[in-house]
Structure formats: structure tokens, C-alpha cells
């Protein structure tokens, strides 16, 4: 366990965790430039070969109200192990996959698998602090966990110049083999037994009942679903509007969103040090103001349908980049409060950000590619909501309320150890 006790290699082993996160992101975009030759070689329509992708984001949105619970109630490290090894399975199994119904049953199997190691990953960094401290933990994770939009994309295009389809899905194998090798050898159990929750799977699936009720928690909760939505609605629009609209080239869209990314990236590493000095709360409402600012801008600008694309571009730039003070500092405020139950409250927000992210998604297309308008209104509406979540449902709890909630923890504790006393 000194590899948790110390804050030297405790950021190696954030970074690491950070690098088991991006598995799922990795898993979406490499492949996405092989769809036409999977639709080709397996006979397959191109719906078909969309629900690969479908499979895939429902396997990570289901599997961490899975994982959460299990590592709240046995450890994390275990659980982490497991969906390494099913991940690396599963690559194996869609490499050679003959038909495009193995292709998309395995897809949500590894879905499955990569939400373990998102939700065990936000658990441990909880078990490793709290508060600013998490906050910086979490914006070191960000370090990593950005850097997945601008490489993967880059990876898959050079990829495809020396192998095909299968090709990509053996090398998710071979990264995620390493990374269970380095995590087998590195990533030590961060939750220890008198920290788990008592009463095993199913206290700690009981868990949920009292997150959903803590008005704070979903308030936290809600912010980072909100602007996660936000994110993916820039994702899924933002290259028809580049390239539809302003006819840049796929080079060309790869650089923007490229810089988009590492601007967040960059606000996140900022962020790590502004909490030394800023409470947490205060850093993300900046964010909020900031991202809802430059939302109903964009909004605003949109509907004037200017000619150049930078009066597009510079708005989405300010706004992707203001939600690196956002997601780090929401999460390490929800989780602040249940130091027992990390696991399963990071999966309820990853969850939550996934279901949010894919509604988004499929509403998204309803409004059309011919004007800037669609996308920036979703923008708008989802930053300045989120930061109305984070002003009602979020705001501190009085002392007295604070007391209360902490008793009742206590309480709930308490229970849950004579019961499985008894048993």
C-alpha cells in the first residue's frame, strides 16, 4: 500500500488509472473510420453496423451501476483486474468475429468491461483524497483522460494505412493486455477491507437510494451530466458543421477539434492549481458561467450564419475549454461526502453522463446539418441548465442540515454493520 501513501507516486498512479479510462473512448473512435469496410466485408447494412457503436456506449452506460457496487463492496482492484481481462477478451473476440451479430454482442460485452474500469478508477482516486485534493487528483486524471479525442482519431487514421478493421481491434487488445499487465504489478487495493461497505453487493447497492435522495449529490451529479451532454452534442455535430457548412477538410477538422481538446486539457492542469487557492465549488460555478457565456454567443452568432468559421470556432474553443473547470470539481464534490460509497457514485454519474451524452446524440440529428443553429442551441440550453442545476440543487447544506445528513450516514452504518453481525 505505500504506493497510496505517498504524493509522488500517487500522481504515477493517477495517471495510470487515467490511462485505463480512455480504453472506452479509444474503443469508440478508432474504429469509426473502418464502418465502410465492415459494412463491406460482412455484408452488413450501415444500421447494422451502427448499433456496433449503440452496443458498445449501452455496455458502458450499464456496466458501471455494476462495478460501482462491486468495488464499494469487495475492493477495487479486483473488479478493475476483471473487466481488463473481459476488454481484452473481447478485442480478441471482435477481431475475428465472422459475422456482424458476434461484432455487435461483443461490443456491449466490452462495453461492460471498459465501465469498470471508468467507475473504479473515480472510486480509487476518492479512496486517495478528498475535497481540493481529489479535485487536483482528478484534473491529473484529465491530463490523461483528455488527451483520448485528440489521439485516437490520429491512431485510427494511421492505423488503416497498415491494417484493416481487425487490425484496430487486435491493437485494443494489445493495449489493453498492457495495461492489465501494468495494473496487475502497480495498482495496489486502494479500499481497505474496514472501508468497504458492510453488508456486501447488496448494502452496497442500497447505496443508490441514498445518493438519489441527497439533494447535493444529484445536483453534482446533474452538472457534470449536463455539460457531458454539452460535450457530446459539440462531438456529433461539430464535424457537419466544419465540413458541411464551411467545407473544411477532414485534415483540416482533425486539427480544430484537436486544439478544442487540448484547451480543455489545458484548463484541467490549470485547474489542478487554482484549488489550492480556490474552493472547488466556486472554480466549477466559474466554468459554468463561462461555458453558459460562450454557449448563448455561439447561439446568437449562429443565427447570424457568418461567413467565416472562426466566428464559430473561437466560442466552441472557450466554451470546450471552460469545462475542464467543471467535470474535475464536479465529481470531487459529489464524491466528497461518501468515502464508502465512491465506487458506486462515480457510476451513478458515469451512467448519468453516458444516458445524457446518447440522448443528445440521437436528438441532435432531428435538427438538421444545413446551419451552425442546431448545435449551438443545444450548447446553450444544456450550459445554462446545467449551471441553473448547480445554482438550485447544489447549493451548500446549512450546518444544521449538514449534521442531520452525517447523522443519518452514521446511522445507516451503523445499521448495516448489525445486520451483517446477525448474519
Excluded: C
Amino acid at each position: 500500500m505505500s504506493s497510496v501513501e505517498t504524493g509522488r507516486p500517487r500522481v504515477g498512479l493517477v495517471l495510470l488509472l487515467g490511462a485505463i479510462t480512455i480504453l472506452g473512448p479509444l474503443s469508440i473512435d478508432l474504429y469509426l473510420p473502418a464502418f465502410p469496410t465492415i459494412e463491406h466485408e460482412l455484408g452488413a447494412s450501415e444500421a447494422a453496423v451502427q448499433l456496433t457503436l449503440t452496443g458498445f456506449l449501452v455496455g458502458l452506460a450499464l456496466g458501471q451501476p455494476i462495478s460501482g457496487p462491486l468495488s464499494d463492496a469487495i475492493g477495487r482492484r479486483r473488479p478493475m483486474l476483471i473487466g481488463l481481462s473481459v476488454f481484452v477478451a473481447m478485442s480478441v473476440v471482435l477481431a475475428v468475429a465472422p459475422n456482424i451479430e458476434i461484432l455487435i454482442g461483443a461490443r456491449f460485452l466490452q462495453g461492460v468491461a471498459g465501465a469498470f474500469g471508468v467507475a473504479v478508477a473515480m472510486g480509487m482516486v476518492r479512496d486517495l483524497a478528498a475535497g481540493a485534493a481529489a479535485a487536483r487528483l482528478l484534473s491529473t486524471m484529465m491530463l490523461v483522460t483528455g488527451l483520448g479525442p485528440i489521439l485516437a482519431p490520429m491512431v485510427g487514421g494511421q492505423l488503416l494505412r497498415f491494417v484493416d478493421w481487425r487490425g484496430m481491434f487486435w491493437f485494443l487488445a494489445l493495449v489493453a493486455a498492457g495495461l492489465l499487465a501494468t495494473a496487475y504489478f502497480a495498482i495496489p487495493e486502494t479500499l481497505t477491507a474496514e472501508r468497504r461497505t458492510v453488508g456486501g453487493v447488496r448494502a452496497a447497492l442500497r447505496s443508490y437510494r441514498t445518493l438519489v435522495t441527497d439533494r447535493v449529490y444529484v445536483g453534482y451529479a446533474l452538472t457534470n451530466g449536463l455539460m457531458f451532454g454539452a460535450v457530446f452534442g459539440y462531438v456529433a455535430a461539430a464535424s457537419f458543421v466544419y465540413q458541411g457548412i464551411y467545407h473544411m477538410t477532414p485534415q483540416q477538422y482533425g486539427i480544430v477539434a484537436g486544439v478544442n481538446a487540448l484547451g480543455m486539457v489545458a484548463m484541467t492542469q490549470l485547474n489542478g492549481r487554482l484549488v489550492s487557492f480556490f474552493h472547488p465549488r466556486r472554480l466549477l460555478i466559474t466554468g459554468l458561467v463561462s461555458a453558459a457565456t460562450w454557449g448563448v454567443l455561439l447561439l446568437a452568432i449562429a443565427f447570424t450564419r457568418p461567413a467565416s468559421v472562426w466566428w464559430i470556432a473561437v466560442p466552441l474553443f472557450l466554451m470546450v475549454a471552460s469545462i475542464g473547470l467543471v467535470m474535475p470539481n464536479g465529481m470531487a464534490m459529489a464524491l466528497n461526502d461518501y468515502p464508502k460509497a465512491a465506487g458506486t457514485g462515480a457510476a451513478l454519474i458515469g451512467a448519468n453522463q453516458f444516458v445524457l451524452g446518447g440522448a443528445v446524440t440521437a436528438l441532435m440529428g432531428l435538427g438538421g446539418s444545413a446551419t451552425a443553429i442546431p448545435m449551438a442551441g443545444f450548447i446553450a440550453a444544456l450550459t445554462l441548465l446545467s449551471l441553473t442545476v448547480q445554482l438550485v440543487l447544489a447549493r451548500p447544506r446549512t450546518p444544521a442540515a449538514t449534521a442531520a445528513r452525517q447523522r443519518t450516514l452514521a446511522s445507516r452504518d451503523a445499521n448495516l454493520e448489525s445486520a451483517a453481525e446477525v448474519a
